[in-house]
């Protein structure tokens, strides 16, 4: 039974992407699916219910619907667990006399587990914290050891990039086989879908792959069903990456096939008001000009990054600037506040403490690299006379330039080197500082010494390196706050549709629950806004 088999886990932490072992793992897994997914793209096996018709499905038969989305879930336990939580209560309220109803079906829009998929990753990442929310709502049923059916609602879900490293074969047996996660049941039967809404709405959701393609068979879902839309149907496009805030980033593929879908919704009259994809962990919400719509009615477009589902979080004082924002879009609205994560950001100043396995590994290269000789008596023959610290010292070099990521911008090229030269300074003035303290020891003590120095050292230099490249160049977003971990500052969509607009509520968390946690969630309203 699935309690029985929960009641032995861990509650997992926040993945520690600084770990060795977890760079090692991740490294080894992205680039055998960057090397494989265009070979075996399982987008293309038949539908598991052999129709495509079984990838649409329609809630256009109710008076109004409401709705929820978010993305980057499947994390740390206590971020995961209160978004399972707020999505599975009866309702939210967010102020006295202001609730909101439970939404008759949730969206997860990319990366429904890290650091990776596979069967064990989504059952304790994902699915264990939405059955304990389950239980801990009185919704599940012991006889069963699953929710009660009056209790369920619908769950859809889009891949992104960690759902993509296994090849998409534990996504597709989660998610794609009608089964329960918590108080929700599945019922796409493929990694794309369309969800037919009241008053000529639609849900179109797309999967990208990591190549950043719409594979033909996807495509041509896609036009067929584009070729029974009525006139004036609206439509919100889902996709796991916003391209439009990536800018120079951005992959023009990714960015045609945007294009492509939404040619083929206003060839026929259709509109796209409504652009949702997640993969920054933040809120922000884009406002673009009057689209002109395919020579027929223009309309306003709104793209909205909602990546707040339980991963860390993403800082938002570096968007949108150095951005190339389509034409006309501007930012209006971010959570947290720029001002939040630039004061967050100083936590990389004890990167040392925080990510000390990395740290270690610093110190032990610091270790290595003098060990062979005396710091005061190296010369400009250092290198013929000791090829394996000069060798160590050019996979220093090349391995911390290459992280800089030099590819992106000139200047990253020297401030890479500028960060690789630090560290041989860091570990020649650790050997030439630290030995000196014990002069009358055994030869181990002034060695594990350099060693202990060697760590603090290079965590906090590799610490200073990643602020300094975040606040000042705006480069390692990714980077700098994945070493903090931080699982606060999470959020929700909660859409309700009606005849006359689909209005949006920004739901936020600013502090996640803690493991047991069984009360109401505190949240509070970042904003209300009607998309027509």
Avoid at 239 to 249: C, D, F, S
Avoid at 377 to 404: C, D, K, V
């Amino acid at each position: 039974m699935a309690e029985a088999r929960e009641a032995r886990w861990k509650k997992p932490e926040m993945v520690h992407w600084y770990d060795v072992g977890q760079l090692a793992d991740t490294g080894t897994y992205v680039f055998l699916s960057t090397l494989l997914g265009s070979m075996i793209d399982t987008r293309r096996f038949p539908p598991l219910e052999g129709d495509d018709e079984h990838c649409i499905v329609d809630y256009s038969d109710a008076s109004e619907v409401w709705f929820d989305y978010a993305a980057d879930i499947g994390d740390g336990w206590d971020a995961t667990y209160t978004m399972a939580y707020l999505f599975s209560s009866p309702e939210i309220e967010l102020q006295p006399g202001t609730k909101l109803p439970r939404a008759r079906f949730l969206v997860l829009g990319g990366d429904e587990v890290y650091p990776r998929a596979s069967k064990n990753e989504y059952a304790q990442r994902l699915v264990w914290p939405f059955n304990q929310a389950s239980r801990n709502l009185g919704h599940y049923s012991p006889d069963q050891d699953a929710a009660k059916p009056e209790h369920l609602r619908d769950i859809y879900c889009i891949p992104g990039n960690h759902d993509w490293y296994d090849g998409l074969a534990a996504f597709t047996r989660r998610f794609c086989n009608r089964r329960n996660i918590g108080s929700f049941q599945t019922r796409q039967c493929r990694s794309y879908f369309v969800l037919r809404l009241p008053h000529r709405w639609q849900i179109w959701a797309a999967d990208v792959q990591l190549g950043h393609d719409l594979d033909v068979h996807q495509l041509n879902f896609f036009r067929k069903h584009a070729e029974s839309l009525e006139a004036g149907t609206r439509v919100i496009l889902c996709l796991a990456e916003p391209e439009w805030v990536y800018g120079e980033r951005s992959r023009e593929d990714l960015h045609f096939n945007i294009e492509r879908l939404e040619r083929m919704i206003e060839a026929k009259g259709g509109k796209v008001p409504l652009q949702l994809a997640g993969d920054i962990h933040n809120y922000q919400r884009y406002e673009g000009p009057r689209n002109p719509g395919g020579g027929h009615e223009s309309y306003r477009q709104t793209k909205i990054v909602s990546g707040g589902g339980g991963a860390f979080l993403h800082p938002n004082h570096t968007y949108p600037e150095r951005r190339q924002l389509p034409r006309g879009f501007t930012c209006e609205n971010r959570y947290p506040d720029a001002r939040t994560t630039w004061r967050l950001s100083f936590g990389n100043l004890l990167f040392a403490f925080k990510n000390w396995r990395l740290s270690c590994l610093l110190g032990l290269v610091y270790l290595i690299l003098f060990w062979s000789v005396p710091v005061q008596h190296i010369g400009r023959t250092f290198p013929l006379e000791n090829p394996g610290s000069a060798l160590l010292m050019i996979l220093l070099f090349m391995g911390l330039w290459y992280f800089s990521d030099f590819r992106v911008r000139t200047y990253n090229f020297f401030w890479g080197l500028a960060h690789a030269a630090a560290h041989v300074g860091a570990a020649f003035l650790t050997w030439l500082w630290v030995p000196g303290l014990f002069p009358d020891t055994w030869a181990y003590v002034p060695r594990l010494a350099v060693f202990l120095v060697g760590s603090a050292f290079g965590g906090t230099v590799f610490g200073l390196y990643l602020l300094l490249s975040l606040n000042v160049f705006k480069i390692h977003e990714n980077e700098a706050f994945s070493s903090l971990r931080i699982p606060n500052y999470k959020h929700l969509l909660r859409f309700h549709l009606t005849e006359n607009e689909l209005k949006l509520h920004v739901i936020a968390v600013d502090k996640t629950a803690g493991e047991d946690a069984t009360h109401p969630v505190p949240t509070r309203l970042i904003e209300v806004r009607s998309i027509s």
